[in-house]
């Protein structure tokens, strides 16, 4: 496999990224300009540090992730959650920084030594703690993400007899939340999902108004700065949430394959990785990162299209953001520098 392929989906991801925000909102496309060249710094960085480097310091990341998110927690809020951590004019979001931090703790356990309940249960407790961290900020969205992501580490490495177990009580957390964590306005945006045209004008309506912009587009779209609903502005959030019903709605059907291929792309190359890796913690962290990627756009684009709940997923390397972009380049580029020292010959690890 070519050494540039990540990188390149990376630019054309950024290239789709800055079209569609020059359109809808000209004046945060030269930022997110600005974030994408950064990422590819860091990009052209990390890929060339030894995958070793991050394993060993997996307890620190992890353990750095934890405070982050705990000193988040006092932050002021903005929209009703405390989000970011502000440094002077420049601001981050360290729940971004979650899911490589714990895929990199969670490659120390090796699958001959985890073997038992308990140790499995030791790798759920270590997804759980930043998920109620991220959880209380409010961000349902971003936990719920992290959460499904880093439980693929669980299957992994649990007999079934122990996924078993751990599903059940999955279940039971679930219930228990609805009735006693979740917030109104939270258990609203499921039920409106539920029930779209009796929450149209109410909770429903942003979902309406995306939905309504997906299939404005039609085949080709109505074309770059034409779009109805972001211009209008009856789209909301048009530049993060609902960036690619802004994009379906001015390229249309075509532009929307394309745009879903390159995940694809991305997706199929993390796999591919995972397959070929003879160290089992580039395995693990090979494959979680490609469900991450695919799961993420996945939600965004069906919750774009009315098929699943809003609740705040962005569209990787194309919504507006800077800590998400240079957290999601930073994972590719460690993806990236374990493709090019990849064996030729082929190793199973999965019996």
């Known amino acids: ?45 990390i890929r060339n540090i030894p995958f070793q480097f991050f394993h060993r310091l997996a ?11 705990v000193i988040t ?14 440094f002077g004019l420049f601001s981050f979001q360290p729940s971004q920084l979650a899911i490589p931090s714990t895929l990199l703790f969670l490659g120390w356990f090796e699958k001959k030594n985890v073997t038992g309940l308990k140790q499995t249960a030791t790798m759920m407790a270590i997804i759980l703690v930043p998920a109620i961290l991220i959880f209380a900020e409010p961000n ?31 279940v ?49 779209g109505v074309g770059a700065g034409k779009g109805m609903q972001s211009h209008l502005k009856f789209l909301p959030e048009k530049h993060t949430d609902f960036f690619f019903a802004s994009f379906a709605e001015e390229f249309g059907f075509v532009g929307s394959v394309i745009l879903i ?14 397959w070929k890796s003879p160290s089992w913690d580039k395995t693990l962290f090979a494959a979680a990162t490609g469900s991450f990627l695919g799961f993420q756009a996945l ?31 930073g994972n590719l580029a460690i993806i990236d520098g374990i493709l090019q020292h990849l064996p030729k010959k082929v190793t199973l690890h999965v019996k």
């Open 172 to 220: 039971l957390i679930g219930i228990f939340s609805w009735f006693t964590v979740l917030q109104e306005y939270q258990k609203h945006r499921i039920l409106s999902f539920m029930e779209p045209a009796a929450t149209i004008n109410t909770t429903g309506y942003n979902s309406n108004q995306a939905t309504i912009a997906v299939g404005s587009g039609s085949l080709v």
């Open 140 to 170: 349902l969205g971003t936990s719920l993400v992290f959460t499904l992501v880093t439980g693929i580490a669980i299957f992994f490495y649990s007999s079934w007899k122990q996924i078993g177990i751990l599903i059940g009580v999955s």
């Open 261 to 274: 291929s390159l995940y694809l792309g991305l997706c199929s190359i993390c796999f591919y990785i995972a």
């Open 1 to 45: 496999m070519h050494r540039w392929i990540i990188p390149l989906i990376i630019v054309v991801l950024g290239l789709i990224s800055y079209s569609t925000l020059a359109s809808i909102v000209p004046e945060l496309a030269m930022r997110q300009v600005g974030f994408l060249l950064a990422g590819l710094v860091i990009f052209i960085i």
């Open 73 to 86: 927690l006092f932050m002021p809020e903005s929209k009703g959650a405390s989000r970011w951590i502000e």
């Open 299 to 329: 939600y965004n684009i069906g919750m774009n299209s009315g098929l699943f709940p809003i609740t705040g997923i962005p569209l990787p390397l194309a919504s507006y953001g800077g800590t998400a972009i240079l957290s999601t380049i």
């Open 59 to 69: 307890p620190l990341w992890y353990a750095l992730l934890c405070i982050l998110l």
